[in-house]
C-alpha cells in the first residue's frame, strides 16, 4: 500500500513538472519561427466619386485609378469599386475590387480586403477635408490578382499587402508590396 502511495505521489510530481515546465516550453515558441520579406510593386492612386451612404456602408465608385511600379503600369476600367462598412466600434473594412487594363490591352483583376482604423487626429483631418497620412491610423489591404496575361501572370501567384499613404477627399493612395 505504501508503495502504491509513493508510485501515486511520484506521478502526481512528474505531473506536476510537466505543468510548470509547459510555460517554458510555450513561451520559446512565441519568438517567431520565420521572417516576412516583402519587395515593392507600386504606388496605387485611387480616385473615386463622392460615396454613396447606406447607413453603415459606403460605396466608393473609382473614377480613376494607376498602379505604377517597377514591373507594373496598368490603369483602373469599369467596374471598380470599395465597398466599406463601418463598425460599431469606428473600425472601417474595406472590400475591394479593381479591373486593371495594361498598356497592352490585357486585363487584370484586383480583388482584397483592407482594414483601417483612424486616430483621433486622423478622423478629425479627414472630418475637415484634410489630407490623412499613414501616421494617422492602421491603413492596410491585402490585394490579390487575378489575370490570364503571359506578362502579368506571374501576380496569379503572390499575395501582396498594401499600406495607405495619403487619403483626402476621395483620393486615395497606398503603397503595394508582394509578399516573398
Known amino acids: 500500500m505504501k508503495r502504491k502511495l509513493l508510485i501515486s505521489m511520484a ?12 510555460p ?33 456602408r459606403i460605396i466608393h465608385n473609382v473614377k480613376n485609378c494607376t498602379l505604377q511600379g517597377p514591373k507594373i503600369n496598368v490603369t483602373c476600367v469599369a467596374p471598380s469599386g470599395d465597398w466599406t462598412i463601418v463598425l460599431p466600434d469606428g473600425t472601417v473594412r474595406q472590400d475591394i475590387r479593381a479591373t486593371l487594363k495594361t498598356g497592352e490591352g490585357e486585363f487584370i483583376f484586383m480583388e482584397g480586403t483592407g482594414i483601417i482604423t483612424l486616430s483621433k487626429d486622423g478622423v478629425d483631418r479627414l472630418s475637415k ?44 493612395e497606398y503603397d503595394l508590396f508582394v509578399v516573398r
Open 129 to 172: 477635408g484634410e489630407t490623412m497620412t499613414e501616421n494617422d491610423g492602421y491603413l492596410f489591404a491585402a490585394p490579390r490578382f487575378t489575370t490570364t496575361s503571359k506578362t502579368y501572370g506571374w501576380l496569379n501567384s503572390v499575395q501582396t499587402v498594401a499600406k495607405m499613404t495619403s487619403n483626402s477627399q476621395w483620393k486615395f
Open 11 to 22: 506521478a502526481v510530481g512528474v505531473a506536476a513538472g510537466m505543468v510548470v515546465a509547459l
Open 24 to 56: 517554458s516550453t510555450f513561451a520559446a515558441q512565441e519568438r517567431p519561427t520565420t521572417s516576412i520579406k516583402t519587395e515593392y510593386l507600386g504606388t496605387l492612386k485611387v480616385v473615386t466619386d463622392p460615396p454613396q451612404m447606406l447607413g453603415p
